[in-house]
Nanobody, 129 residues
Framework: QEQLVESGGGLVQAGGSLRLSCAASGLAFSTYVMGWFRQAPGKEREFVAAINWSGGSTYYADSVKGRCTISRDNAKKTVYLQMNSMEPADTAVYYC??????????????????????WGQGTRVTVSS
């Protein structure tokens, strides 16, 4: 059974950092594009970042570009989201997702959540001002 499990969320002060992790099981992890999305209270889910199968191609939302880094370890079947210089606007539940479309380079087409096949249950991040 395919499963994605996020961890690493919590409470952080503005300007601080967090690293989120997403561990996969039951799927051929190294063949999937992995993405991070978030949903703030009262708002729609939005794309944060995506990474291709090898880690050689990444794509970010403008709102996090320069502050976040997505990476993956295929041996550990885990994808990470390092968030720095965090802002209260980063407060949300963060979800990882897996996309099985063959992809060499990630881009705008990986910002659409409906294209992802598997989702985790989310991890909550709260940034205090």
């Amino acid at each position: 059974q395919e499963q994605l499990v996020e961890s690493g969320g919590g409470l952080v002060q503005a300007g601080g950092s967090l690293r989120l992790s997403c561990a996969a099981s039951g799927l051929a992890f190294s063949t999937y594009v992995m993405g991070w999305f978030r949903q703030a209270p009262g708002k729609e889910r939005e794309f944060v970042a995506a990474i291709n199968w090898s880690g050689g191609s990444t794509y970010y939302a403008d709102s996090v570009k320069g502050r976040c880094t997505i990476s993956r370890d295929n041996a550990k079947k885990t994808v990470y989201l390092q968030m720095n210089s965090m802002e209260p606007a980063d407060t949300a539940v963060y979800y990882c997702a897996a996309d099985n479309r063959p992809t060499l380079r990630v881009g705008i087409r990986h910002t659409i959540g409906d294209e992802y096949l598997y989702w985790g249950q989310g991890t909550r991040v709260t940034v205090s001002s």
